[in-house]
């Protein structure tokens, strides 16, 4: 068993401070990895804080890693010491239902053991998360990361990156798509990027006159002011896709107007009721879809990282010394980031 300096809470009121645990020894499948940098998503702060209930404590969060391998099992031939890898949402599945067969481990039948806040599959103890030096990962849930990113910038990938770029993958979002982006923060972001380099003619939707120059500067084609009504009735019948990353209840209904016939509205951010209710004469008389995605697979989290080598993407991110944690929460809850903060984890050591 490894000992591991991490930050953890140990009740939805504690806040964040240190915390040591043993990681475990290597199974035959297994990577252990130093971690250097760990993204900061706005998932870890809600279960740090109990928000959607069933949060377990002590709970280490983190779950957008990368770092370098520094041991293999005996099973393992995909990587070795040295090897710049990322963990992202997902440590394990079944491994044999349909979903996992198809390389969809994120829609597993029987739940994924997520990076932390899951009971381990084996040995039934509580997964913890990439705010601490090191992890042990079986090797299929871990990914290369190409040298050629910047890995403080490519860490929120393994979350953000993969969040936006699954379903813009899976729709076939292409040249000749008209796409709308909903929300401006770490996943809006990457969602802009992702399909532009995929071809598509990308608006960014906003409710902020102030956030236009912003929109452009990440490369919007166009930017919709979403209160303005002469804007979004101009906007009517116009988009082959609208990717909502916006995470709180919303009204779906002006912005089922702008979608064409056939058009898909794609929920990647709200995961509560959708309120106020759809009006299903949007959806009926264009043949309209809502549809949601959750993260990607396993293999498609490494088609991902290696087109945004490809295409030079990575995230917008303000670097964090981890013994500031709790007030880049404090700032995260006033959305006052952009667009993710990144721990890095040599702040660890000289804490």
Same mark, same amino acid.
């Given at each position: 068993?490894?000992?591991?300096? =991490?930050? %953890? $809470?140990?009740?939805?009121?504690? /806040?964040?401070?240190? *915390? +040591?645990?043993?990681?475990?020894?290597?199974?035959?499948?297994?990577?252990?990895?130093?971690?250097?940098?760990?993204?900061?998503?706005?998932?870890?702060?809600?279960?740090?804080?109990?928000?959607?209930?069933?949060?377990?404590y002590p709970v280490v969060p983190g779950h957008e890693i990368i770092g370098r391998v520094t041991a293999v099992g005996q099973d393992v031939t995909r990587y070795q010491p040295g090897d710049l890898v990322g963990v992202g949402c997902m440590?394990?599945?079944?491994?044999?239902?349909?979903?996992?067969?198809?390389?969809?481990?994120?829609?597993?039948?029987?739940?994924?053991?997520?990076?932390?806040?899951?009971?381990?599959?084996?040995?039934?103890?509580?997964?913890?998360?990439?705010?601490?030096?090191?992890?042990?990962?079986?090797?299929?849930?871990?990914?290369?990361?190409?040298?050629?990113?910047?890995? =403080?910038? %490519? $860490?929120?990938?393994?979350?953000? /990156?993969?969040?936006? *770029? +699954?379903?813009?993958?899976?729709?076939?979002?292409?040249?000749?798509?008209?796409?709308?982006?909903?929300?401006?923060?770490?996943?809006?972001?990457?969602?802009?990027?992702?399909?532009?380099?995929?071809?598509?003619?990308?608006?960014?939707?906003?409710?902020?006159?102030?956030?236009?120059?912003?929109?452009?500067?990440?490369?919007?084609?166009?930017?919709?002011?979403?209160?303005?009504?002469?804007?979004?009735?101009?906007?009517?019948?116009?988009f082959d896709f609208l990717l909502d990353t916006i995470p709180v209840a919303h009204d779906l209904n002006p912005y089922l107007k702008c979608l064409k016939y056939d058009g898909t509205h794609i929920l990647v951010g709200l995961l509560t009721?959708?309120?106020?209710?759809?009006?299903?004469?949007?959806?009926?008389?264009?043949?309209?879809?809502?549809?949601?995605?959750?993260?990607?697979?396993?293999?498609?989290?490494?088609?991902?990282?290696?087109?945004?080598?490809?295409?030079?993407?990575?995230?917008?991110?303000?670097?964090?010394?981890?013994?500031?944690?709790?007030?880049?929460?404090?700032?995260?809850?006033?959305?006052?980031?952009?667009?993710?903060?990144?721990?890095?984890?040599?702040?660890?050591?000289?804490?």
């Open positions: 068993m490894a000992n591991t300096r =991490a930050y %953890a $809470a140990s009740s939805p009121t504690s /806040g964040m401070a240190p *915390y +040591s645990f043993d990681r475990r020894e290597l199974r035959p499948d297994d990577v252990a990895i130093e971690i250097d940098y760990c993204g900061v998503c706005h998932s870890d702060l809600h279960t740090v804080e109990n928000d959607w209930g069933g949060s377990q440590v394990d599945s079944c491994r044999t239902c349909s979903a996992c067969d198809s390389g969809l481990e994120q829609y597993c039948i029987e739940g994924s053991t997520m990076t932390y806040g899951s009971l381990d599959r084996h040995d039934g103890t509580v997964t913890h998360g990439g705010y601490s030096e090191k992890i042990v990962v079986s090797d299929r849930f871990v990914v290369r990361v190409p040298e050629n990113l910047d890995p =403080a910038s %490519a $860490a929120p990938l393994l979350c953000a /990156g993969i969040t936006t *770029y +699954s379903p813009l993958k899976h729709f076939k979002v292409g040249k000749g798509h008209k796409v709308g982006v909903l929300g401006m923060g770490g996943l809006g972001h990457m969602g802009v990027k992702l399909a532009k380099a995929m071809g598509a003619e990308v608006t960014i939707f906003t409710r902020s006159e102030s956030k236009v120059a912003e929109a452009k500067k990440q490369g919007a084609d166009h930017v919709i002011i979403s209160t303005d009504k002469a804007q979004m009735k101009a906007a009517a019948d116009s009721p959708v309120e106020p209710a759809l009006q299903a004469g949007l959806l009926v008389t264009k043949r309209r879809v809502v549809a949601g995605s959750l993260i990607g697979g396993m293999p498609e989290t490494q088609e991902m990282l290696d087109f945004c080598a490809e295409h030079n993407i990575t995230c917008d991110v303000e670097m964090l010394d981890i013994r500031n944690i709790n007030e880049a929460y404090e700032r995260l809850k006033k959305s006052d980031v952009k667009y993710r903060f990144v721990i890095d984890m040599d702040t660890l050591k000289q804490g």
